[in-house]
């Protein structure tokens, strides 16, 4: 499975972007999504995971309300809708698939494809 993020970028506080993830390579429809973001000096951590369907999501609290994972089976693709950007939400964000059937899961251990990141970088 090979993943492609993109829609990152500089966005001042309180804007939004739009984060895509194209898959390739597998039965896209089969695997729970999840996005994960790392910022300087900091570990890997969790923002948001989706079903394979759609119907179920999971987010982490620091963005709950404020962020937004969907996804589109028929273009191979995952979304992750971000509003209300805050300067801590500065890092370079990761989607990644979790093994076929797989339930939600929120640490990086359980997924077992990456793709290579894109920074959001949110001024103050």
């Known amino acids: 499975v090979q993943l492609v993020e993109s829609g990152g970028g500089l966005v001042q506080a309180g804007g939004s972007l739009r984060l895509s993830c194209a898959a390739s390579?597998?039965?896209?429809?089969?695997?729970?999504m999840g996005w994960f973001r790392q910022a300087p000096g900091k570990e890997r951590e969790f923002v948001a995971a989706i079903s394979w369907s759609g119907g179920n999501t999971h987010y982490a609290d620091s963005v709950k309300g404020r962020f937004t994972a969907f996804r589109n089976n028929a273009e191979n693709t995952v979304y992750l809708q971000m509003n209300s950007l805050k300067p801590e939400d500065t890092a370079v964000y990761y989607c990644?698939?979790?093994?076929?059937?797989?339930?939600?899961?929120?640490?990086?251990?359980?997924?077992?494809?990456w793709g290579q990141g894109t920074q959001v970088t949110v001024s103050s």
């Open positions: 390579g597998g039965t896209f429809s089969t695997y729970t």
């Open positions: 990644a698939s979790r093994f076929p059937g797989a339930l939600l899961a929120s640490t990086p251990f359980d997924y077992a494809f």
